[in-house]
């Protein structure tokens, strides 16, 4: 199994563009979520999913749009870029509530 | 406010020596707690968790932590620390259904 697997691993962006954040998982989880990390600030939860066709926001999902339309797939969209969304971007799955979350290598995106 | 606080923003051990890193929480009810690690430029791997039960939790690579409701805690011990435990340490609660909240995260340096 690859497991939790992101794409691209760096991207550079400029002010204004868009773009979407890839993320597969092949363990079959139901959930998934997706974080953003910042220095000193620990992980926090933009968006999450609890099935196919199921999202809801997290903590900071301004500026952030998803879409699940299977279960493995869960793609991050970034509509207007901003430099406040320069960040290394996780994504994570689980099989359910409280259960282990399985977190991908991270994308870091840089917008200038 | 409800959150996760961990003190220590940056440790330095030497090898071989004993190794404990604190976390705090301040939600109401007993949350699911975890620890993660994360070594550099790559994702999170789980350490150990603690949904209920004993309260001294076993992980891998010989991390334990205990749960102390009375103090709000899960701290990390380690007996003796190893070179290769050098990374970043983020300390997570899943305090309502799927909202998993972490840490700012402590980093580790080991001396030799």
């Known amino acids: 199994n690859a497991g939790v697997t992101q794409t691209p691993k760096f991207r550079i962006l400029k002010i204004g563009q868009s773009m979407t954040l890839q993320c597969t998982q092949d363990m079959n989880h139901n959930y998934m979520y997706w974080y953003r990390q910042d220095p000193g600030m620990g992980l926090k939860l933009i968006y999450y999913s609890v099935g196919a066709g199921i999202t809801d926001k997290g903590e900071v999902p301004n500026g952030y749009n998803v879409s699940r339309s299977t279960t493995e797939d869960f793609p991050l969209r970034l509509e207007l870029a901003a430099p406040s969304q320069t960040s290394v971007y996780f994504c994570?799955?689980?099989?359910?509530?409280?259960?282990?979350?399985?977190f991908g290598p991270g994308t870091r995106l840089t917008v200038t | 406010a409800q959150s996760v606080t961990q003190p220590d923003i940056h440790i330095t051990v030497s090898e071989g020596a004993s190794l404990e890193l604190r976390c705090n929480y301040s939600?109401?009810?007993?949350?699911?707690l975890f620890w993660y690690v994360q070594s550099p430029g790559q994702g999170l791997q789980l350490l150990l968790k603690?949904?209920?039960?004993?309260?001294l939790v076993q992980g891998i690579k010989g991390f334990e932590a205990e749960f102390k409701r009375s103090q709000s805690s899960f701290n990390l011990r380690k007996p003796s620390v190893h070179w290769s435990d050098a990374a970043e340490y983020f300390c997570a609660v899943v305090h309502n259904n799927n909202d998993m909240r972490f840490g700012a995260g402590t980093r580790l340096t080991v001396k030799p």
């Open positions: 939600y109401g009810a007993t949350p699911y």
């Open positions: 994570a799955s689980s099989y359910g509530e409280g259960y282990e979350q399985y």
């Open positions: 603690y949904f209920s039960g004993d309260t």
